[in-house]
């Protein structure tokens, strides 16, 4: 089973919504903040957004202020992504993944394991 399992990716044109779940079925990243990254074709995998173990502190990426939310449901063991007036340059395959601590991580060597990503696909 997977520790990490991510969806709700799809087809949205630009200026809609989507709302991207990161779930743990194994329960395993109850004590560890949890990122979003993407990688679009032909680019490097970049940071998204990131929450601590609790909820308590967020972080990120520069051109998704304002227009992202990452939030944490503990009881539940979801992390979401709340994606709004997307844009054509979001389409990627975004992935979520568990800090190595309770913190915040933003780059890809301070996760210790990845889900297997979700396409996001946002048209003009």
């Known amino acids: 089973q997977e520790r990490l399992v991510e969806s709700g990716g799809g087809l949205v044109q630009a200026g809609g919504s989507l709302r991207l779940s990161c779930a743990s079925p194994?329960?395993?990243?109850?004590?560890?903040?949890v990122s979003w990254f993407r990688q679009a074709p032909g680019k490097e995998r970049e940071f998204v957004a990131a929450?601590?173990?609790?909820?308590?502190?967020?972080s990120y990426e520069d051109s998704v202020k304002g227009r992202f939310s990452i939030s944490r449901d503990r009881s539940k063991h979801i992390v979401y992504l709340q994606m709004n007036s997307l844009k054509p340059e979001d389409t990627a395959v975004y992935s979520c993944?568990?800090?190595?601590?309770?913190?915040?991580?933003?780059?890809?060597?301070?996760?210790?394991?990845w889900g297997k990503g979700t396409q996001v696909t946002v048209s003009s």
């Open positions: 993944a568990a800090a190595r601590g309770a913190g915040l991580a933003t780059t890809p060597s301070g996760m210790a394991y």
């Open positions: 194994r329960r395993t990243a109850s004590n560890n903040g």
């Open positions: 929450i601590s173990w609790n909820g308590g502190s967020t």
